[in-house]
């Protein structure tokens, strides 16, 4: 009767558990949809305000572009309205996939990340460091631009046309440093045109077919290139600035070397596919890893190299709150008072500004074009995002419970029931007894259980990794708040457990 009484729970469970998880993602559906008018309103203040004269905005979930907005016309001259089809320039969003291209041909052997630049680009092996023991240039110094180059905001956006003879020349002339390699960030496009370049070398291909070959044809983005004088004029969103009053039509730059820092034209519907790519990368898993380029090499662009910067977040973000900023490799890494970690980068460019902002452990991403000069809507894609987690609509994903986790947490209520860590053993590190005595265990665990009475060690942990977790148990009086941490043993051992009373 046991066995029978077993089979029908787990046959319940398995009808109960996709029947909860379709009504908890009809609800999602049904709160996303109520929230998107009030999303909506906020880029079109944002347009109004800023005399965009269109932009198109999406959110990417699950997998899925589950909301896509156009607003405006994408020209002023022929009026046509702006539509997830539309061409937009997204600038310095590009730098991402030039990222990607370089993590690719690491992931081939084909260059390391801490190869000299001059390696791969012999033009800079003449180059006139700053002081004699200057570190030379690395592939990962560019990537994450501290290879000493100065910032050059919008000198770079103007250069996007440069024919890559003149760039070759350039390049074998030298730049002046604005500091020594690996000092600080400072923000380059130079860096990540001269990695367009390395891409190129190594390729035997331009960059932009590389880049194509390996991201934009393999994720059907069909409607992305580098040319915009290859694209359907009809469908292309001009770029404009506002000044005296009136509107002025930018001028189009060609492709050319300093692409790679920010010259592609892409569409929402182009673009969500590739946000959804992106996304898929986490969490880490054991599932068919099909590509394009490795998930753990997507994951890796998330790291940087610690030069992290404290401030005050931009006003038009909200009330005041202190931000850290790394730059990684294609994005910044921000924390944020309200919103936690996130991932993000923007587009500025004569004509054309944009925003992404991914929160990869709840995989939501969230994007918009603008065809207006260094106009990012990054305030109301920051408020769709803070509104999205406020709604519960960006939970993060639930870690996996180890083997070890699951172990450690029984040993916890073992130690809990009989108030003696010794009911762990053999599961204890050799370091548990010497940090605390077994008296003190005793003394410690009987003062709790007098203040909250009996507690009940059914709830799962919460992992935090998949050696430490935290655990919250009901109790008579209150609740009891735990954790613990494993040590790198085999089998792994509990050198860490805490109790304390809530």
């Known amino acids: 009767m046991a066995h029978r009484l077993t089979i029908a729970a787990l046959v319940a469970f398995a009808v109960a558990a996709p029947a909860q998880a379709q009504a908890q993602a009809q609800a999602q559906e049904q709160t996303l949809a109520a929230l998107t008018p009030q999303l909506d309103a906020g880029f079109q203040s944002f347009a109004e305000a800023r005399h965009v004269p269109g932009l198109v905005?999406?959110?990417?979930?699950?997998?899925?572009?589950?909301?896509?907005?156009?607003?405006?016309?994408?020209?002023?001259?022929?009026?046509?309205?702006?539509?997830?089809?539309?061409?937009?320039?997204?600038a310095s969003m590009s730098k991402a996939f030039t990222a990607l291209t370089i993590l690719s041909l690491r992931d081939e052997g084909r260059l390391g990340l801490d190869d000299l630049a001059e390696t791969h680009v012999p033009e800079m092996r003449n180059w006139i460091y700053p002081t004699k023991d200057s570190p030379r240039i690395r592939v990962r110094d560019l990537l994450h631009h501290v290879g000493g180059l100065v910032e050059d905001d919008p000198w770079g956006d103007r250069q996007t046309s440069l024919p890559g003879a003149d760039f070759t020349a350039m390049l074998a002339a030298g730049v002046p440093f604005s500091r020594v390699p690996q000092e600080a960030q400072e923000y380059s496009n130079f860096g990540y045109a001269t990695l367009g370049r390395i891409i190129a070398n190594i390729s035997g291909k331009p960059f932009e077919q590389a880049i194509a070959e390996r991201i934009f044809q393999p994720l059907g983005m069909t409607h992305t290139g580098y040319d915009v004088f290859a694209s359907p004029q009809a469908e292309r969103a001009l770029g404009y600035r506002f000044e005296e009053g009136a509107f002025k039509r930018e001028p189009d730059m060609a492709a050319g070397a300093f692409g790679a820092m920010g010259g592609i034209e892409t569409t929402a519907q182009d673009y969500g596919r590739y946000v959804a790519w992106l996304l898929d990368a986490w969490p880490a898993r054991d599932d068919?890893?099909?590509?394009?380029?490795?998930?753990?090499?997507?994951?890796?662009?998330?790291?940087?190299?610690?030069?992290?910067?404290?401030?005050?977040?931009?006003?038009?973000?909200?009330?005041?709150?202190?931000?850290?900023?790394?730059?990684?490799?294609?994005?910044?890494?921000?924390?944020?008072?309200?919103?936690?970690?996130?991932?993000?980068?923007?587009?500025?460019?004569?004509?054309?500004?944009s925003v992404?902002?991914?929160?990869?452990?709840?995989?939501?991403?969230?994007?918009?074009?603008?065809?207006?000069?260094?106009?990012?809507?990054?305030?109301?894609?920051?408020?769709?995002?803070?509104?999205?987690?406020?709604?519960?609509?960006?939970?993060?994903?639930?870690?996996?419970?180890?083997?070890?986790?699951?172990?450690?947490?029984?040993?916890?209520a073992k130690v809990w029931a009989?108030?003696?860590?010794?009911?762990?053993?053999?599961?204890?590190?050799?370091?548990?007894?010497?940090?605390?005595?077994?008296?003190?265990?005793?003394?410690?665990?009987?003062?709790?259980?007098?203040?909250?009475?009996?507690?009940?060690?059914?709830a799962a942990p919460m992992p935090t990794g998949r050696l430490t977790a935290r655990f919250s148990w009901p109790c008579e009086r209150g609740t009891l708040k735990g954790s613990f941490m494993l040590a790198p043993t085999h089998p792994p051992t509990i050198q860490q457990l805490r109790f304390q009373a809530e």
């Not at 990012?376 to 180890?402: E, H, N």
């Open 57 to 90: 905005w999406g959110i990417v979930k699950d997998g899925a572009l589950v909301h896509v907005r156009g607003i405006g016309v994408q020209d002023l001259e022929g009026r046509r309205p702006v539509t997830p089809a539309s061409r937009f320039r997204i």
């Open 288 to 353: 068919d890893d099909s590509g394009p380029i490795a998930r753990s090499s997507v994951r890796s662009l998330v790291q940087g190299l610690n030069f992290v910067r404290f401030g005050q977040r931009n006003a038009g973000l909200g009330p005041p709150c202190t931000q850290a900023v790394a730059y990684a490799m294609g994005f910044r890494m921000i924390s944020d008072c309200d919103v936690g970690e996130y991932m993000t980068h923007t587009g500025g460019y004569p004509g054309y500004g």
């Open 356 to 412: 992404l902002i991914l929160m990869p452990e709840s995989g939501i991403g969230i994007f918009a074009f603008a065809n207006h000069t260094y106009s990012a809507p990054v305030a109301p894609a920051y408020a769709a995002m803070k509104a999205l987690k406020d709604a519960g609509l960006a939970p993060a994903r639930a870690t996996p419970i180890s083997p070890a986790v699951a172990r450690a947490h029984a040993d916890a």
């Open 418 to 458: 009989a108030a003696d860590i010794l009911a762990a053993n053999p599961n204890l590190a050799m370091n548990m007894l010497l940090d605390r005595g077994v008296p003190e265990w005793r003394l410690l665990i009987t003062r709790l259980k007098t203040q909250l009475g009996t507690c009940t060690p059914t």
